[in-house]
């Protein structure tokens, strides 16, 4: 308020009108009082009035210079020019505010309740954080019982209890915890009891017992020991303040209070309200919302993607690479580039193949087709991705390689207009710079990769559409320099020529690999580190990476301050000590592990400090959290080099490997420093002592300078990590046959075409492995035979049973061992193992307990011919049992056949080629053998990226028909066309899935280069037969 006036007192309630400012104070004035103006009333009206208007209660406390037509009235009245009704007086005192703090669980106020009138009323204002907390209580006269004023959940509540009994149970208010002063007020008169809330939330009941405080009320809390006075708290002590605390419509005179005149309390702090605003400034970051009581705060960091007591630390891993390494297949992931960073998660598919590739599509990869329109000069095509630039940006350069198909098929269409012409199509990268040189080919060249390649179909131009010729053709390639990556814009050119006709692709961004995830430096002295700029993380502090050692400690990083410092440490071959100093005086945070962490495998630490808590990680076992103190030095101040691998005294220095290593999302790139240090070197190789447990099923680990691969060579099984059954759907007439070569003495004299394997003369025990689906008793599963008539069947009987009939001697009949499992021909999944070594023979179905037998006969299995699944295509003598299932062949699913070493089923599907695999019959990989149960990414499904775009060859391509002409298209003609298009294409995606279902992307063969020079050697039971290193694409 800026000017100063007389001030008129009064009480009751008023309608006036003024024109600049009122100043409103509590006063003792009659209710009956108002100042009249012409026919215009301040404080109140009249009876009349009141009874027309049907107006509150007359005004009670101050007004200050009341303007009427600019005329001061409180001078008039002053003066007696206007009529004054009621007693008013020209002054007024304000209210003396005393606040009082409850700022421990000790804390209370006691007064004492002198009233002897029949009626109780007691206000007062309060602001806390808390939810909870006892307000006010009394034991009630007479000993009817006691009363209970307090918070709960937030809420004003009331009890009142007598003989041990709820007499009285109200509530009041909502949200009462916000850090604002809120009123209360409770009132009993005749039976009648009244609790409000900010004077606007009442609740009301009656009671059939006098309410009526005894010698004392208590505010706040109870005494610690009772004693006599009575007073009981069953319920939180209130933190907070309280203020204008009135008694029967008295003023407490708090300062009296404070003065021991009246009353009694302890631990409260008088005269001053210390409630502290923890959530101004708020610590949550990443968007966390913050929450606080009297003494913390929280953060809520639900939908954030971010984790820890402030919300700071990633709950995602910062790339594929990094996914693919704990385990995880192709799918969809939050992907947070840079951890604790500013940029936010991003969920991007994940193409787990021999790469972990990651896919990020933009708003048109479809081959869209451009007609020709003399209208037109120039088709703009821009393309939106589902990651935002920064996360692009820092995608890209994370990344050890990235690329982009870009495609133009064209007929009488001109792309770059080579040799020696301006460019008619030309693309913008990330920078906003325009390219014109095509995918495939060197930046800046102007050319396609067939000018690079200088295979053009006119060896006059540099690209196959600047031949401008009649008949389709087209220019495709990669681009692959990352600083151009992504492509944000294509502009062609040569399209209004009658007959141009023209298409292009700009398929999705794909990056693999994770330069930070494999950024290592190998120490190999105590005395060696690696230093750094300083570590800036005053408030908040995450430092994570991976080591491997054979030391028994060591000192893995250390910054220092004047007084602050901050040191990870391995102190023992079982424990990770995390320390610092942010001023209160060291303090640390230890991890014992059960097993010793110097075992030269990879291991992980993180490490986080907040002004809330310290904590810390190792692998996967239970971590340490240090609550911080909840007052002193907040701020972490470092002011010299930070240390790797070392301290700043050259001691305790750390022996091995440091890998990944990030504080605060930020990757220290330790290889580049590490090449210009003596005595650390870049790199740390050997990776398949930490993660080849990630190959199943036979599946080989195999090391990279930056990670590994699976070998699936050996397995039954395919994928990233030999995860992958690989099963075919039979029908009777279908059948798989793997042969090998005939020994050397039965060969020599014929002319037979060579194979892959010679039979080896003796097996005197087999490995085999299979699951089966089928309806069908009896049926064959499974049959091996020699060049010398022997033989090994696998085989339903008519009951379902399982049998494995051996034939090892020639003069001998052929002994059957059946397992007693029953009818495994109901459609259900079954999985068998059968294991022989010289005479004896076990078998195994599903998870039931092992089967064991014994072979009476010889018990050389000699000259294997071949491997059959399926209905057998052998001529000459066979046994009548086996012919008779024969006839019928079989119908149904077989899954991961295994014969040792070998798996036929997965060379006739995968390496039809470069196999020794006849296939007889329909054959159609399927996904029939996968079961949930068994198989923990069973429900994993991938999609080939190439198979979402037609091929075009000679002829015209499967395109998205755009029209550039489009001006000339009705709007509403263009709408039908566009629900059509819609529509057939959900058709054809529909189709298109439902296919998939029963064939996956492997099914239409291997790449020969990538299949191995010599797949397979001598010996049925070689250790490495098949390569599984084909890329596949998936999105």
């Known amino acids: 308020m800026t000017n100063t006036g007389t001030i008129l007192a009064s009480s009751g309630s008023a309608d006036t009108s003024t024109s600049r400012w009122t100043k409103i104070h509590?006063?003792?004035?009659?209710?009956?009082t108002r100042v009249t103006l012409r026919l215009t009333s301040f404080g109140g009206v009249s009876a009349v009035g009141a009874q027309r208007d049907h107006s509150r209660r007359n005004f009670h406390g101050c007004l200050e210079n009341v303007l009427y037509n600019g005329v001061n009235v409180v001078e008039l009245a002053k003066e007696k020019r206007v009529s004054i009704?009621?007693?008013?007086?020209?002054?007024?005192?304000?209210?003396?505010?005393?606040?009082?703090?409850?700022?421990s669980p000790d804390s209370f106020l006691q007064l004492p309740w002198a009233v002897s009138r029949d009626s109780v009323s007691v206000t007062l204002q309060f602001r806390t954080w808390n939810k909870g907390g006892l307000l006010m209580t009394s034991e009630l006269q007479h000993q009817v019982g006691a009363l209970w004023l307090y918070l709960s959940d937030a809420r004003l509540r009331l009890q009142i209890y007598k003989a041990g009994r709820v007499m009285v149970d109200i509530t009041a208010g909502l949200t009462l915890n916000d850090g604002q002063w809120h009123s209360v007020e409770l009132s009993v008169r005749r039976g009648r009891l009244i609790l409000a809330a900010d004077k606007a939330d009442t609740s009301t009941t009656t009671t059939s017992f006098p309410v009526m405080p005894a010698n004392h009320i208590f505010l706040g809390g109870c005494p610690s020991t009772e004693g006599d006075s009575g007073c009981r708290n069953p319920f939180n002590v209130f933190q907070g303040c309280m203020r204008l605390v009135h008694l029967d419509g008295s003023l407490v005179d708090l300062i009296k209070?404070?003065?021991m005149l009246i009353g009694n309390f302890s631990d409260l702090q008088m005269d001053m309200c210390g409630i502290v605003d923890r959530c101004s400034p708020s610590h949550c970051e990443h968007g966390g919302k913050c929450t606080q009581s009297w003494s913390t705060f929280h953060c809520n960091c639900t939908n954030t993607g971010y984790g820890g007591a402030t919300c700071h630390s990633s709950i995602y891993e910062p790339s594929c690479e990094a996914y693919k390494h704990r385990g995880n297949t192709s799918g969809l992931y939050y992907i947070d580039v840079d951890g604790s960073g500013p940029i936010k998660p991003q969920l991007i598919y994940c193409n787990m193949s021999d790469k972990a590739w990651m896919v990020i599509q933009h708003n048109n990869t479809e081959l869209t087709k451009l007609r020709a329109s003399s209208g037109t000069n120039q088709h703009l095509a821009y393309f939106n991705y589902s990651a935002d630039t920064?996360?692009?940006?820092?995608?890209?350069?994370?990344?050890?390689?990235?690329?982009?198909?870009?495609?133009?098929?064209?007929?009488?269409?001109?792309?770059?207009?080579?040799?020696?012409?301006?460019?008619?199509?030309w693309w913008v990268g990330r920078s906003g710079e325009a390219h014109t040189y095509w995918g495939g080919a060197v930046p800046d060249s102007q050319q396609c990769a067939c000018g690079l390649q200088e295979d053009c179909v006119d060896p006059e131009h540099f690209c196959n559409c600047d031949g401008d010729l009649d008949d389709w053709a087209n220019d495709s390639g990669f681009i692959s320099l990352k600083e151009h990556l992504p492509i944000r814009l294509l502009a062609v050119g040569d399209i209004n020529r009658p007959g141009s006709e023209a298409a292009y692709r700009v398929g999705p961004l794909q990056c693999y690999g994770d330069n930070d995830f494999w950024n290592a430096a190998y120490f190999n002295k105590e005395t060696s580190y690696l230093h750094f700029p300083t570590f800036h993380g005053e408030l908040s502090a995450d430092i994570s990476f991976l080591f491997k050692t054979s030391s028994s400690s060591g000192v893995f990083l250390e910054n220092l301050g004047i007084k602050d410092f901050i040191r990870i440490e391995l102190s023992s071959p079982t424990e990770v000590i995390f320390s610092f100093d942010v001023g209160n005086g060291p303090f640390e945070v230890r991890v014992e592990t059960p097993e010793p962490l110097n075992d030269e495998r990879w291991h992980r630490v993180k490490a986080e400090r907040n002004v809330k808590e310290a904590s810390l990680h190792v692998d996967h076992f239970p971590g340490a959290v240090q609550k911080a103190p909840a007052d002193g030095h907040i701020h972490l101040q470092l002011n010299s080099q930070l240390f790797v691998g070392g301290t700043a005294s050259r001691q305790k220095g750390f022996l091995g490997c440091i890998r990944s290593l990030k504080l605060n999302g930020k990757t220290l790139d330790l290889e580049e420093r590490a090449k210009i240090t003596p005595e650390v070197r870049p790199g740390c190789p050997g990776h398949c002592s930490s993660y080849g447990g990630l190959c199943q099923n036979q599946g080989r680990c195999v090391e990279k300078y930056n990670g590994f691969a699976c070998d699936c060579g050996t397995s039954p099984y395919s994928g990233t990590f030999c995860h992958k059954e690989v099963s075919a759907y039979f029908r009777?007439?279908?059948?798989?046959?793997?042969?090998?070569?005939?020994?050397?003495?039965?060969?020599?004299?014929?002319?037979?075409?060579?194979?892959?394997?010679?039979?080896?003369?003796?097996?005197?025990?087999?490995?085999?492995?299979?699951?089966?689906?089928?309806?069908?008793?009896?049926?064959l599963l499974l049959y091996v035979s020699s060049y010398y008539r022997e033989y090994l069947a696998v085989l339903l009987n008519r009951n379902g049973q399982l049998d494995v009939k051996y034939k090892l001697q020639n003069n001998r009949d052929a002994e059957v061992f059946r397992s007693n499992e029953r009818n495994l021909a109901n459609g259900q999944l079954h999985q068998v193992s059968i294991r022989r070594l010289s005479e004896s023979l076990s078998v195994q179905i599903d998870q039931h307990a092992r089967e064991d037998f014994n072979l009476t006969s010889d018990v050389d299995f000699n000259t294997i011919k071949a491997i059959v699944i399926g209905k057998l295509h052998e001529s000459g003598e066979m046994d009548p049992e086996i012919a008779r299932l024969n006839s019928l062949g079989f119908t149904g699913c077989l899954s991961v056949v295994q014969f040792n070493s070998i798996a036929p089923l997965k060379a006739a599907l995968l390496y039809p080629d470069t196999s020794p695999v006849i296939v007889t019959g329909p054959l159609t990989e399927s996904n029939c053998g996968s079961s949930s149960s068994s198989s923990p990414y069973a429900a994993e499904t991938t999609h080939s990226l190439s198979d979402h775009f037609g091929t075009v060859g000679t002829g015209q391509p499967v395109v998205n028909a755009i029209s550039s002409d489009s001006a000339l298209i009705g709007g509403v003609i263009?709408?039908?066309?566009?629900?059509?298009?819609?529509a057939l294409a959900v058709m054809a995606r529909f189709l298109y899935r439902r296919k998939e279902t029963c064939q996956?992307?492997?099914?239409?063969?291997?790449?020969?280069?990538?299949?191995?020079?010599?797949?397979?050697?001598?010996?049925?039971?070689?250790?490495?037969?098949?390569?599984?290193?084909?890329?596949?694409?998936?999105?």
Do not use: M, W
């Not at 050890?400 to 301006?422: F, I, M, V």
């Not at 263009?974 to 819609?982: D, E, K, R, T």
């Not at 490495?1024 to 998936?1034: H, L, M, N, P, R």
């Open 1000 to 1035: 996956t992307p492997e099914s239409k063969g291997a790449k020969p280069e990538d299949s191995p020079e010599t797949p397979f050697n001598n010996d049925p039971t070689p250790q490495s037969i098949i390569s599984d290193t084909q890329k596949e694409y998936f999105i």
């Open 390 to 425: 920064k996360q692009l940006g820092a995608i890209i350069s994370q990344a050890e390689h990235c690329e982009q198909e870009l495609s133009y098929h064209c007929k009488k269409s001109r792309l770059l207009n080579t040799p020696d012409g301006a460019p008619f199509t």
């Open 85 to 103: 009704v009621g007693n008013v007086t020209f002054a007024c005192s304000e209210a003396v505010d005393v606040p009082v703090t409850f700022a």
């Open 257 to 259: 209070v404070q003065q």
């Open 732 to 779: 009777p007439g279908t059948s798989v046959t793997y042969t090998f070569k005939e020994p050397y003495e039965l060969h020599r004299n014929a002319s037979a075409q060579s194979s892959s394997i010679y039979s080896d003369l003796t097996l005197k025990g087999e490995n085999i492995s299979l699951s089966f689906r089928t309806s069908q008793a009896p049926a």
């Open 26 to 32: 509590s006063g003792s004035s009659s209710p009956s």
């Open 974 to 982: 263009a709408v039908v066309i566009f629900v059509i298009l819609a």
